[in-house]
């Protein structure tokens, strides 16, 4: 079930940028998806290796082996974060002292130590999406503030380019294979999974937000919390993960994982529009935000 709690909020997003969202909430959604990918990828890596021993061999197991794995769960993202972190600090001092003469190159080195963090964790057997994450974010807090405006609007219209490639890429592929999936053997198993998946997210998400509300001067109200359930959409992640699976089940797994990505796409996707205008969700220019965000023009979103 693990698998399927990946997100790819894909669809939701596109429409936050259509109808103008509010920034705040945009970001909010986008963050918890970016962050339940990573978590949801290491538990899964742990459990994968758990899922390939027979039950007649599981006393064999040393309880050592079930410690590592346990463990894991917490090397694995604090490792791919740490090591995004110094990446990006190195990313950081070569911009910063790169001349003037080079300065077209920034954003190129920008995206080689982003290549960089992602290979040190494969490497070492860390959290390459945390690694990815922690590596963004170092470089929009020290290492954007070091190129020009037109350098930074570059290193994101690149980023932009590719993921909207891949994502096109991703889908296509996604196209061809729901094609093959056998509806009458899993869709009773299905069912159960998506339903599976709503009530475990309304129940997570609701009871999240009331524990941060308690500690936080800007709590996240129900309109959000509607929004962030609605968000939870299964993608790439899970597809990526359903595919290098090769233990018990692994049909059932993969046809009802395509199952589940499909339906949530369309459905969530089409009700985010209006769920944004009829909960007056919309974020009208130069307006501050509940989060102290400024919302511009079109020219500014994305």
């Known amino acids: 079930m693990g698998l399927r709690k990946a997100e790819a909020p894909v669809a939701v ?18 963050g918890e998806a970016l962050l339940n990918d990573g978590v949801t990828f290491v538990l899964y890596e742990g459990i994968k ?13 040393p309880i050592i082996s079930y410690v590592y794995v346990l463990l894991s769960f917490l090397t694995a993202p604090l490792g791919g974060g ?36 992602y290979g040190l964790t494969i490497v070492f057997g860390f959290s390459n999406i945390l690694g990815l ?22 290193t994101n219209n690149i980023v932009h380019t590719v993921a909207i490639i891949f994502e096109n890429i991703l889908f296509f592929i996604l ?24 009530i475990s997210r309304i129940l997570v998400t609701c009871g999240l937000c009331a524990i941060i509300n308690k500690y936080t001067q800007r709590p996240i109200n129900w309109k959000w919390q509607i929004l962030i359930i609605v968000g939870g959409l299964r993608g790439a992640i899970s597809f990526a993960m359903v595919v290098t699976y090769e233990g018990p089940f692994h049909k059932i797994f993969y046809d009802t994982t395509l199952v589940v990505i499909f339906f949530t796409t369309i459905a969530n ?17 130069g307006v501050q935000t509940d989060y102290g965000l400024v919302v511009g023009d079109k020219a500014h979103r994305g």
């Open 13 to 30: 997003l596109a429409v936050f940028e259509v109808v103008n969202a509010d920034k705040a909430l945009y970001f909010l959604v986008f």
């Open 49 to 61: 290796e758990l899922a390939t021993i027979k039950t007649e061999d599981m006393a064999t197991v």
């Open 82 to 117: 740490l090591i995004g972190f110094i990446v990006g600090l190195a990313s950081a001092l070569v911009t910063k002292h790169t001349t003037e003469a080079s300065a077209f190159l920034k954003p190129m080195l920008a995206l080689l130590f982003a290549a960089l963090a």
């Open 133 to 154: 994450i922690a590596y963004g974010l170092t470089q929009e807090r020290y290492a954007f503030g070091n190129m020009s405006v037109k350098a930074s609007i570059l």
């Open 175 to 198: 196209g061809c294979e729901f094609a093959a999936v056998g509806f009458y053997a899993i869709w009773d198993f299905a069912l159960v999974v998506l339903l599976t998946i709503v």
């Open 269 to 285: 996707g089409i009700i985010t529009k209006p769920l944004v205008t009829s909960l007056g969700l919309k974020a009208e220019a």
